[in-house]
Structures are given as structure tokens and as C-alpha cells.
């Protein structure tokens, strides 16, 4: 949930919270469905870029994965950016201090990706329960205090739309904590005395707390049984992470004496715990939130990696980030790649612009990848497209998914639009730029220096790869 406080301060509790409930049914739902249907038709590393090249050819595939992966890097460099900000403060990731701390963290947290897949999901599952037990401890203390009565009155704004807020001193002093900086509302929070709603920042929060879903095919070489293994993780990841975020917001927002909603920022959990558990429970909410952000960190790395490798396998891109480490078969020039932009860009931007750069080029990805979904599907008379035995499909017609998909189309594109016309100039110039410079990259690099992309080739992937997976289900049954 770490990251997520500044929802409610930008939206309020009535929006902010019912954005947070309704967007993984129109965008995470949906997404994640197409994302288990084409991830098994086209089951190899870096899968969604041959959903696009099926239908768009070789200029696009390298497109989608470019966006892709550079705004993987971005959300990669994100994480060391957050933990330098909390430890130093926010705005100091500028500074020689900030600069150095920002690197050294990305530096030791890469480690973790040479070791291959198996023990990357090993530790990302360990992480995952260690990061959630002191947000359920949080959880359960208020759900306690729901069921007994409350030592005090609890002080909840009735007016969330204009509800007046309070000074941040006193705001602290009523959570038993020293004010800190980021009590202070922010001025686009903040009119005289007054809130205003800031659906922009509020648009690319909940979006880049939900987004991903598509980033599950990048690896869909790796997965065994991926008909039965993708739907199902899928499935449950969403509703995992919904309630992962709605529910510590819940406690936060309804336990009496936590600090005003529209003061929340990054880091506000810790003081939330003070107040509902002591202490020891923002200690813990302290160790999780590390531990979080070593987690994000590492499976977004994971991600992009396996992207370029994919990408590189598939002829899109130098056949040098295709090499794995012959003892821990990870993609290491992959890794490293990452790591070099990373280490680039961490000093250069701080949370909020690296945020939404990554949202605009990831936004761009997912619009291409589900328009080529809709083209598949309808192509679906087509023997290429027709799902066999070993594949999932989404349980719903033509017009009923075309249906299903638009709140997830129409999501992306104002997302989009918001990045290139409503936000900071530098951010606006940072996208251009990376646009402009992957077509350049294709005409340079890629045109004519790299194998081809063409139906043939597609079909041949395709058809090894599920050989492969037909040896293997036979190898499940004559085990059983």
C-alpha cells in the first residue's frame, strides 16, 4: 500500500476511495484477462510484443516494447527515489547526498536479479507476506476497535467535498507525533482554506498503483501449465491488491485521531500506525515499507529484463541482451541494461515526474497491445488465432470483449492526454522525447540490422512453443 496515502488527499475520501474500488473492474479486470488469453496463444518471453507484430507488423512490436521498457526502467528507478525521499526528505534526491544514496540503493537491490528465476519468486513471495503482516496487524486493530467501543469520540469529516482543513501542527499534535514536513497540504490541495480536488494527480495515482497487469506475458516462456498458472494468479492478484490497498486506506481514514486525510503524503502510513498501534507498529509499518519497495523494485527488474531478452530472441533488439548466466540462467546484459538507464534517470527526476512519464509511456503500450487483442479475437476464424488445448480464452464473445475492453481503452487515452497537455512541461518533454527517439531507434538499429519479424517466423515460434507445452502436459499425466 506504500505510495497510495496521497490518493485521498488528491481526490478525497468519497472519490478517492471509490476510484480505488471501481478501477480494477474497468481497467485491472479486464487487462488481466486479455493479458491470460494472449500470454498462453503466444507463450514466450516478451509475448505481448508478438500480439502487436501479428497484427501490426515489425515497426510497432518495437515500439511496444520499447515504451514498454523504458517505462519499466522508470517505475524501476521510482523505488530508490521513494526511499531516498523518505529517508532524506522529499526534494532531496538532487542533492550529491541524494544522488549517491539513490545509486546505492539501486545497486544493491539489483543483486537479487542475477540469481535467476526460481529464487527471485521465491524471495518476492517471502517479501510479499513479511510487507503485508504489519498492514494486517493494522487492519486488525481497527477492525477490533469496530467491534468494541472507541476510547474516544472519533472526529470524521461529514463534508467530503469542502471540508475545511485543519492546521498541520494541530493535526500532528492530535496523533501524539512532532509535525513533520510532509503534514504541510500541498498548494494544489489546497485553496485558502479550502479543498479542491486534483483529479489529474488523482488519475495517474490509482493508475499507477493498478498498472502492470499486462507486464505477467514478458515472462510467459518461463511459466509451466500457463492455461491453468496464468487466469488463476491473474485473478487472484487483483483481488489481492485491491484489498491490500482499500483496506489499510479504510483504517487510516475511519480510526479517530489519525492525521486529516487531505495532509497525507508519502510516508503517512508510518504515523497512521503510530496512532492505531503505537510505536512498535509504525516501527514495523518502517521495516515494511523497505522491504516493499526492495520487492517492487526487483519485480519490475524482473519484468524488463525478461522484456529485452524477449525482444532479443524475437529479433527486436541485439541479440547480446539475449545471453543468460550459464549457472543461474538469468538474463544478465538485460539486467545490466536496465540498471545503466536506471542509475541514468534516478538523479534527473523526482517521484511525481518519473511517475508520470512512466504512466504516459506505459498508457501508449497498453493501447496498442489491446487494440492488437481486439484484432486477434475477431480474427479468430483464423486457424493462427484459434485457441487449442493448452490455451485460455476469455469466456466471452467478440462484442461482449470489444465491450469489456473500451473502460480500459478509454482509461489509457486520457491518461495520455493528460500527460501531454496537463502537466509539468519537462514531463511533457520527457515523453515526446522518448517517443522520438524510438522511432529513431528503429530506423538506426533496428531496420535491416536485426532478423526480421514476419507471419512465418511467428507461426514457427508459435508451433515450437506449443510442442513444448503439449510434451509437458503429457509428462503431468504419465507422472499422475
Known amino acids: 500500500p506504500i505510495?497510495?496515502?496521497?490518493?485521498?488527499?488528491?481526490?478525497?475520501?468519497?472519490?478517492?476511495?471509490?476510484?480505488?474500488?471501481?478501477?480494477?473492474?474497468?481497467?485491472?479486470?479486464?487487462?488481466?484477462?486479455?493479458?491470460?488469453?494472449?500470454?498462453?496463444?503466444?507463450?514466450?518471453?516478451?509475448?505481448?510484443?508478438?500480439?502487436?507484430?501479428?497484427?501490426?507488423?515489425?515497426?510497432?512490436?518495437?515500439?511496444?516494447?520499447?515504451?514498454?521498457?523504458?517505462?519499466?526502467?522508470?517505475?524501476?528507478?521510482?523505488?530508490?527515489?521513494?526511499?531516498?525521499?523518505?529517508?532524506?526528505?522529499?526534494?532531496?534526491?538532487?542533492?550529491?547526498?541524494?544522488?549517491?544514496?539513490?545509486?546505492?540503493l539501486a545497486l544493491a537491490a539489483s543483486s537479487l536479479n542475477f540469481m535467476g528465476v526460481q529464487i527471485v519468486g521465491r524471495a518476492l513471495i517471502a517479501l510479499g507476506v513479511v510487507v503485508m503482516l504489519p498492514y494486517s496487524l493494522l487492519v486488525g486493530i481497527w477492525g477490533w476497535q469496530l467491534v468494541l467501543p472507541f476510547s474516544g469520540p472519533a472526529e470524521l469529516a461529514t463534508d467530503f467535498t469542502h471540508s475545511p482543513v485543519p492546521d498541520p501542527a494541530v493535526a500532528a499534535a492530535s496523533a501524539g507525533l512532532e509535525p513533520a514536513a510532509h503534514f504541510a497540504p500541498t498548494p494544489q490541495a489546497l485553496t485558502g482554506d479550502k479543498w479542491t480536488p486534483d483529479l489529474v494527480g488523482l488519475l495517474h495515482l490509482v493508475f499507477w498503483s493498478y498498472s502492470g497487469w499486462d507486464s505477467i506475458s514478458t515472462f510467459a516462456g518461463e511459466v509451466h501449465n500457463p492455461k491453468r498458472t496464468f487466469p488463476l494468479a491473474l485473478m487472484v492478484s487483483v483481488v489481492l491488491v485491491t484489498l491490500a490497498y482499500v483496506l489499510p486506506l479504510s483504517a487510516g481514514l475511519l480510526y479517530p485521531g489519525t492525521p486529516h486525510w487531505a495532509t497525507w503524503k508519502e510516508g503517512s502510513f508510518h504515523e497512521i500506525g503510530a496512532v492505531i498501534g503505537g510505536k512498535a507498529l509504525a516501527g514495523l509499518l518502517g521495516v515494511s515499507s523497505a522491504l516493499s519497495l526492495l520487492a517492487m523494485y526487483c519485480a519490475e527488474m524482473f519484468i524488463d529484463s525478461f522484456l529485452?531478452?524477449?525482444?532479443?530472441?524475437?529479433?527486436?533488439?541485439?541479440?547480446?541482451?539475449?545471453?543468460?548466466?550459464?549457472?543461474?540462467?538469468?538474463?544478465?546484459?538485460?539486467?545490466?541494461?536496465?540498471?545503466?538507464?536506471?542509475?541514468?534517470?534516478?538523479?534527473?527526476?523526482?517521484?511525481?515526474?518519473?511517475?508520470?512519464v512512466n504512466n504516459a509511456l506505459t498508457c501508449l503500450s497498453v493501447l496498442i497491445e489491446l487494440v492488437a487483442a481486439i484484432l486477434l479475437r475477431f480474427r479468430s476464424s483464423d486457424k493462427a488465432y484459434n485457441a487449442g488445448p493448452e490455451e485460455y480464452r476469455t469466456p466471452l464473445g467478440n462484442m461482449q470483449m470489444l465491450a469489456m475492453l473500451l473502460p480500459a481503452i478509454a482509461t489509457v487515452t486520457l491518461v495520455i492526454a493528460t500527460t501531454l497537455f496537463m502537466v509539468d512541461f519537462v514531463v511533457q518533454a520527457s515523453v515526446l522525447g522518448f517517443i522520438l527517439l524510438g522511432g529513431m531507434l528503429y530506423f538506426v538499429c533496428a531496420d535491416g540490422t536485426f532478423g526480421p519479424i514476419d507471419t512465418r517466423t511467428i507461426s514457427l515460434r508459435l508451433a515450437s512453443a506449443r510442442l513444448v507445452l503439449r510434451l509437458q502436459a503429457a509428462a503431468r499425466t504419465v507422472r499422475r
Open 3 to 104: 505510495g497510495s496515502e496521497e490518493v485521498l488527499a488528491a481526490g478525497g475520501p468519497a472519490i478517492g476511495m471509490g476510484a480505488m474500488l471501481v478501477f480494477p473492474w474497468l481497467y485491472c479486470v479486464p487487462v488481466a484477462l486479455i493479458s491470460a488469453e494472449l500470454s498462453t496463444q503466444f507463450p514466450e518471453d516478451g509475448s505481448f510484443t508478438l500480439w502487436v507484430a501479428a497484427c501490426f507488423g515489425r515497426f510497432w512490436a518495437f515500439q511496444d516494447g520499447y515504451w514498454s521498457w523504458v517505462s519499466g526502467v522508470l517505475d524501476s528507478a521510482m523505488y530508490p527515489v521513494f526511499a531516498a525521499e523518505l529517508i532524506l526528505g522529499v526534494g532531496s534526491t538532487g542533492s550529491l547526498a541524494g544522488v549517491a544514496l539513490v545509486i546505492g
Open 308 to 356: 529485452l531478452l524477449g525482444m532479443a530472441e524475437q529479433g527486436l533488439a541485439p541479440r547480446v541482451f539475449a545471453k543468460r548466466d550459464k549457472r543461474f540462467d538469468s538474463p544478465y546484459v538485460a539486467i545490466v541494461a536496465s540498471l545503466v538507464v536506471i542509475c541514468v534517470f534516478c538523479p534527473l527526476f523526482d517521484f511525481v515526474m518519473l511517475m508520470q
